[in-house]
């Protein structure tokens, strides 16, 4: 496994990138986009190893500051959707075709710090704001489904969340250290889906009633000791990264009695500010870490052995400032970070020598 520095872009408003996603829907090419002042751009990756822009999204409220996005498509035309958020608790959907926003969704009292979509209907998004709460979205009828949070749930920022493989459960993360596995194969849930899908505005005598979940599966506080920021599920086990210059890999429980087994650490250096996120790749072969100073960090997850782990660390000379987010193509060929300068930086992977 080996990286190249392939090359680099800066956003002309040079604030802060917070977040990167690559497009997993499109087959032929490696499009992705960053978020970061009130701006979200979208950008194409050459094969002469080049970066271009395609389009600029620009929000009308100048004071806006995105710190997420997500991609899904509308499954009536194709067409791809960006889905953005950050400050202002407002989520907006981007139609990339003409570069601008289709919908609002309005509901939570606060920022929205991640966006996840459903990942095998894309009609469902997920958001984990600063109110406290998960929000799960119908984009096809415009509907607020069900709220994850109250009586047993966060007790401060939610910062990070992820569904599992086949998007029957849902992890959350945030700033009162605790992780949270939400159940979304449960009857009173696959209801709210199933309603709100048949709800229709026009006709409906009254708005739509969100379900509200307030028990989640488990919630633990082992695991981190600081602020969770980042949570992804890798198979059916879970990595998740605090303010403690590691990642730890865990096992959740199958019961609510049970707590979480710690299996690994992976340990970094210069990851002690939050906020910083990881990604794996489409096949959960490569896991991706930015630090603050710069270096992206790569482990290669297919080693049978986990304490085997050794990251390869990647670094340019001008790349010196934080790295807010990274993320891989689907293939697993290309890397994209993101950092506190507004630049983005590509790396691409090696291609094996040749034989004689």
């Known amino acids: 496994m080996g990286f190249r520095f392939a090359c680099q872009v ?6 802060p990138l917070f977040g990167v996603q690559f497009n997993p829907y499109y087959l032929n090419e490696k499009v992705f986009a960053t978020v970061g002042s009130n701006r979200a751009t979208v950008f194409k990756c050459n094969s002469d190893c080049s970066i271009s822009p395609l389009q ?27 889905a953005i958020a950050g400050a202002k608790g407002l989520i907006r959907i981007v139609g990339t075709s003409s570069a601008t926003c289709r919908t609002s969704y309005s509901g939570h009292g606060n920022a929205i710090n991640e966006l996840k979509v459903h990942t095998t209907d894309p009609c469902l998004l997920l958001s984990a704001s600063k109110d406290h709460t998960l929000r799960l979205w119908n984009l096809k009828t ?7 949070g109250g009586v047993d749930g966060h007790r401060d920022e939610v910062l990070s969340t992820d569904f599992n493989f086949d998007g029957t459960c849902i992890l959350s993360s945030g700033m009162d250290h605790a992780l949270k596995m939400w159940k979304m194969d449960v009857p009173a849930v696959q209801k709210a889906i199933k ?19 307030h028990y989640p599966f488990f919630s633990t506080r082992e695991v981190h000791r600081n602020y969770v920021d980042c949570v992804r599920w890798f198979g059916q086990l ?15 429980p199958e019961t609510e009695e049970v707590s979480p087994i710690v299996l690994h650490r992976l340990e970094v250096t210069n990851c002690d500010i939050w906020y910083i996120r990881f990604c794996l790749d489409y096949e959960q072969s490569l896991l991706v870490l930015g630090n603050q100073v710069g270096k992206v960090f790569v482990w290669d997850m297919m080693v049978e052995d986990p304490t085997k782990l050794k990251p390869l ?5 001008k790349c010196n ?16 970070a993101v950092c506190d300068n507004g630049t983005a930086w590509r790396w691409d992977k090696k291609e094996p020598p040749k034989k004689a």
Not at 58 to 81: I, K, N, Q, R, V
Not at 313 to 317: E, F, G, R
Not at 322 to 332: E, F, L
Request: proline share 4%.
């Open 10 to 15: 800066k956003e002309e408003h040079g604030q």
């Open 56 to 82: 600029v999204y620009s929000d009308a409220d100048p004071e806006e500051m995105f710190y997420t996005c997500a991609w899904t498509y509308d499954a009536e035309t194709g067409e791809s959707l960006l």
């Open 142 to 148: 415009s509907v607020c489904v069900a709220i994850f």
């Open 195 to 213: 309603d709100s899908y048949e709800y229709q505005l026009r006709v409906a005598k009254r708005s739509f009633k969100p379900l509200l979940v």
């Open 238 to 252: 879970a990595l998740s990264k605090s303010c403690e210059n590691a990642i730890v890999l865990w096992k959740p």
């Open 313 to 317: 660390i990647l670094s340019h000379p």
């Open 321 to 336: 400032t934080a790295i807010r987010q990274v993320t891989a193509s689907k293939d697993g060929s290309c890397l994209v």
